[in-house]
């Protein structure tokens, strides 16, 4: 009989997932020498190597099922392996397990019992499998009211995916919604979501640019107010120019609508992520040499 803990040193040794590591064992009566060698020969192990590469590109989508939905960002090396078929099963199968689940966490969702083991196990082995590094970045689950609708956009295959909430309105207000923030970035839907801090750091930034300018400080004062409805009308999906029709704020449009935004999820792959520095030509290069 293999003791959970065997399997827990060689999952720890080899990066394989939980199944595997356990078959390993038991070919090899509970060597964990023999074991690692063996994991080697089976190409299973490879996973581990991979750890502390850069997986800034993958895929972003979404799940909708009813009154909820699920968001996640799933990360590989190249855009290349995205596009894979055993790639996009994967996410598919994050997707249906973080539904049927109400972990908040990462670390909890990697946990979740999945076809593979857990959705770790399941990553690791598609590590090994693909040959990149393969991880689950972000995820967010989200609830509505039967009275709100779910809008849902993904944009460029996946590089950006956005999920908002509208209350009242229609399906396709809520889609605008969701359309015109993967365009223009809003990080807050509402001015009142903007943290104090950030809005007392940009106040002393435009305090101080219009001081530089030569305008005395009472001046300046009231300059920082009309410049902070500025900073919102950038940051704030509210209070954003509406990409459709300029003249009015997407707040305004979904207003007219009768509805008001509840909530947004935005994903772009990789953002704020280190990027690989390397070619086109020389990724092709050595996906063709192996």
Same mark, same amino acid.
């Given at each position: ?48 190597? +991979? ?19 699920? !968001?996640?960002? !799933? ?13 996009? /099963? ?54 509505? /009211? ?13 590089? !950006? ?26 990080? #807050? ?42 900073? #919102? ?19 305004? #449009?979904? +207003? ?10 935005? #994903? ?23």
């Amino acid at each position: 009989m293999i003791s959970a803990s065997l399997v827990k040193e060689l999952r720890e040794k080899s990066g394989a997932g939980m199944l595997d590591c356990k078959k390993a064992l038991e070919a090899n009566n509970g060597d964990i020498n023999a074991s690692m060698d063996w994991l080697r020969e089976k190409g299973i192990s490879k996973a581990a190597k +991979k750890a502390d590469r850069i997986a800034a590109e993958g895929l972003a989508s979404i799940l909708v099922k009813g009154n909820e939905a699920v !968001i996640v960002e !799933i990360n590989s090396e190249t855009d290349f392996v995205a596009k894979n078929e055993e790639f996009t /099963s994967m996410v598919s199968t994050v997707l249906e397990t973080l539904m049927n689940s109400n972990v908040t966490t990462v670390e909890e969702a990697l946990e979740l019992p999945c076809i593979d083991g857990t959705l770790n196990d399941l990553i690791v082995n598609k590590t090994a499998k693909i040959g990149e590094k393969l991880s689950l970045r972000r995820f967010a689950k989200v609830s509505k /009211s039967d009275n709100e609708f779910f809008g849902e956009y993904i944009h460029m295959g996946g590089k !950006i995916a956005v999920l908002t909430i509208v209350d009242g309105g229609n399906a396709e207000v809520a889609k605008d919604v969701a359309m015109h923030a993967a365009a223009m970035k809003p990080e #807050y839907v509402k001015k009142e979501n903007v943290p104090a801090d950030e809005l007392e750091k940009e106040r002393t930034v435009l305090k101080e640019q219009a001081i530089n300018e030569g305008k005395p400080a009472e001046i300046a004062e009231k300059m920082v107010e009309g410049r902070i409805q500025k900073f #919102y009308k950038e940051i704030c999906l509210e209070e954003q120019a509406f990409i459709k029709d300029g003249d009015i704020s997407v707040g305004t #449009y979904v +207003k007219n609508n009768n509805g008001t935004i509840v909530n947004m999820v935005r #994903y772009e792959v990789g953002e704020g992520m280190e990027k690989r520095e390397e070619d086109f030509a020389a990724e092709v290069a050595k996906q063709i040499n192996g």
